[in-house]
């Protein structure tokens, strides 16, 4: 008598960190390869940055030096160039795009995980402005600026700049994802201008009187440019590097809790 033979079938276990890096490293990369198919995208994010830092240049740094400015003026408006750089105004456009073609519609309804769907995007965006960031300071370093802490310095300075620029980026998928719409996307770059000129953009925070004072105070890029300047102008000192890194985290914890909400409330 023969034994019945019974075959049981065994479903592949549900590996869902795996699955997360993975879905977020395509999107990533669909996202690089998006940008890289229209490279004129990029050319604001590398011309602005260059133009506004020869000009800034060319026209203060001797108002700088009879104003009683001390140390290299140049090096000292860098960190905003730099921050034009990490800030312009398309991030979440190719999102807003996708929206409207109904593509993140099917990207939602594959087994892709939805974090990953704002992360990877997110992501690819860093690494676009860390490139335009790197550009900008390679040119400023091409025309005689220096840095007092060498190149690894340059790199820590354009490191702090893109993860603001990872932070503002947010606020552009936020919106993409709240309206889906281009136009109310590319808006999130007004929001830089009061950021960086309520700030000690041209002049120290010493310089700066009354209400502009006050304001600079409470802005956060005051601390994150302070941050940037310290590596390029006196060393590796502590205490402004971690206030860098605390206005980027206060401004993040705004930027990308909205956006998650805004994709929950897409993905519903």
Known sequence: MSAATTTVAVRPQARPARDFVRGTWYIGRREIRLVLR??????????????????????????????????????????????????????????????????????????????????????????????????????????????????????????????????????????ALKTGSAQATQSAFVLFFPFVFLTTSFAPKEALSGWLATAATYNPMTYLLSGMRTLGLEGWHLRPILGALLAIGLVASITITAALMALRGRVK
Do not use: C
Not at 39 to 67: D, E, K, N, Y
Not at 70 to 90: E, M, Q, R
Not at 102 to 130: E, I, Q, S, W
């Open 38 to 175: 229209t490279p004129a995208a990029l050319l604001p994010g590398l011309f602005i940055p260059v133009f506004f830092f020869f000009v800034q240049a060319g026209s203060l740094t001797r108002v700088a030096q009879a104003s009683g400015f001390v140390g290299n003026y140049k090096a000292f408006i860098l960190p905003v160039s730099i921050l034009f750089a990490v800030s312009n105004g398309g991030a979440g456009l190719n999102m807003v795009q996708d929206i409207e073609s109904g593509y993140f519609d099917k990207l939602v309804l594959t087994p892709t995980n939805r974090l990953a769907l704002l992360l990877g995007a997110m992501g690819a965006d860093f690494a676009r402005v860390l490139v335009q960031g790197l550009f900008t300071a390679f040119v400023a370093y091409l025309v005689g600026v220096h840095w007092s802490t060498g190149a690894l310095g340059l790199i820590a300075m354009v490191a702090l700049a893109s993860l603001w620029g990872l932070a503002y980026s947010a606020m552009g998928f936020g919106i």
